[in-house]
């Protein structure tokens, strides 16, 4: 009842904007158990001579519901078959246009403003793949769909049940082909959703690239105080987090915090506003980035182990540079101021290699 109601509302929203329209059309009950239909050598939609045979389309709901669509073959002539490929290089055309909207309006914006939250790089990746669907509906290229079909399609399911498929179709001839194989057939109004299906993939994957784009313009660097002060840490100016000091090494210490990529400063204030530590360094490189402002006298490295059939490394033990606050790292790591489990503990029986991150005082 839920998904009838908003798919009236939404064909009544793409019929106001022109992105769907409605036609007289017929509905089809197809079993599942029923036979294929005869293909011959004649067009199902207009009587042609067959070139080829295409599959009814499915709606948004039967794809979120991974529902299977019906193995009906439905025969197309060089004509209905043409009109067919242009509706669809049309709709793949506006999903582009929506993806490329989006991603530019994402990255447009971070060009603009450095400090893009992951939600308004989101927010704004949507806003322009909005855009990019308006402006897919002015291209040319839309057909009537006069026998042609639904959403370019022959056939288009709308609803699945234990018997079979609920299938619209638009073409006169192929109803009365259905009709005559004893399958029931009703009339009533269809909606050809033009673009709609294109734009909505469209408008998801300008989003999660967007997203993506937004991480990768914002990289997660981690940070520790190993002082026994707190500390504000600002990024070219900028706060970005308060660090409470850790003692001595205490596992999972510190946490990240995201700067925006790129040549940075990065500086450590006392609460009462002096300078403990200022760094210039390049943020973004690497697999990891740690920052340890006010790290005099501390000394940073990392341990290697391997479990299983895994080759022990060689070395097993990487100083970092005592010069430098900021740490590049070119390996994943997996554990923080800890030490790596032993080999006989049992927690790594299917084999690999962990890397974890120490620091003590420098000998």
């Given at each position: 009842m839920i998904h009838g109601w908003i798919g009236e509302k939404l064909d009544v929203f793409l019929t106001r904007i022109g992105a769907a329209r409605s036609a007289a059309g017929f509905r089809v009950e197809w079993d599942k158990d029923a036979s294929p239909l005869e293909l011959g050598s004649e067009c199902h939609l207009c009587g042609g001579v067959r070139v080829r045979e295409v599959r009814p389309s499915g709606s948004l709901w039967t794809a979120?519901?991974?529902?299977?669509?019906?193995?009906?073959?439905?025969?197309?002539?060089?004509?209905?078959?043409?009109?067919?490929?242009?509706?669809?290089?049309?709709?793949?055309?506006?999903?582009?246009t929506s993806i490329v909207f989006g991603v530019s309006s994402a990255l447009a914006s971070w060009v603009v403003f450095e400090w893009l939250s992951s939600w308004t790089a989101l927010l704004v990746s949507a806003a322009g793949g909005?855009?990019?669907?308006?402006?897919?509906?002015?291209?040319?290229?839309?057909?009537?769909?006069?026998?042609?079909?639904?959403?370019?399609?022959?056939?288009?399911?709308?609803?699945?049940?234990?018997?079979?498929?609920?299938?619209?179709?638009?073409?006169?001839?192929?109803?009365?082909?259905?009709?005559?194989?004893?399958?029931r057939v009703t009339e009533c109004r269809v909606v050809e959703r033009d673009v709609f299906p294109a734009a909505l993939g469209g408008?998801?994957?300008?989003?999660?690239?967007?997203?993506?784009?937004?991480?990768?313009?914002?990289p997660w660097v981690r940070v520790v105080n190993v002082t026994?002060?707190?500390?504000?840490?600002?990024?070219?100016?900028?706060?970005?987090?308060?660090m409470s000091g850790v003692v001595g090494e205490q596992p999972g210490a510190g946490?990240?915090?995201?700067?925006?990529?790129?040549?940075?400063?990065?500086?450590?204030?006392?609460?009462?506003?002096?300078?403990?530590?200022?760094?210039r360094g390049v943020v973004g490189e690497g697999r990891v980035q740690l920052y340890a402002p006010g790290s005099v006298g501390r000394c940073f490295w990392v341990e290697r182990r391997a479990y299983g059939g895994v080759w022990q490394p060689k070395?097993?033990?990487?100083?970092?540079?005592?010069?430098?606050?900021?740490?590049?790292?070119?390996?994943?790591?997996?554990?923080?101021?800890?030490?790596?489990?032993?080999?006989?503990?049992?927690?790594?029986?299917?084999?690999?290699?962990?890397?974890?991150?120490?620091?003590?005082?420098?000998?």
């Open positions: 979120l519901m991974w529902r299977s669509l019906p193995k009906l073959g439905i025969g197309v002539c060089e004509k209905c078959l043409s009109r067919l490929l242009r509706r669809w290089m049309w709709a793949g055309l506006a999903c582009a909005v855009v990019g669907f308006f402006v897919g509906l002015l291209f040319p290229g839309r057909l009537s769909g006069s026998g042609v079909g639904l959403g370019g399609n022959p056939a288009h399911v709308v609803a699945t049940g234990s018997r079979g498929w609920i299938i619209e179709v638009a073409s006169d001839s192929l109803a009365q082909l259905m009709r005559r194989r004893g399958v408008l998801l994957a300008a989003c999660l690239v967007g997203g993506e784009l937004q991480w990768y313009l914002n026994d002060v707190p500390m504000v840490v600002e990024v070219d100016g900028r706060e970005v987090a308060v946490r990240y915090v995201q700067m925006p990529r790129g040549f940075r400063v990065l500086r450590a204030r006392g609460l009462d506003g002096v300078v403990i530590d200022e760094t070395p097993e033990v990487v100083e970092l540079s005592r010069s430098s606050r900021l740490h590049t790292l070119a390996e994943p790591i997996d554990g923080w101021f800890e030490p790596n489990p032993d080999v006989e503990s049992g927690r790594w029986l299917s084999g690999g290699m962990r890397r974890v991150v120490r620091q003590g005082q420098c000998r």
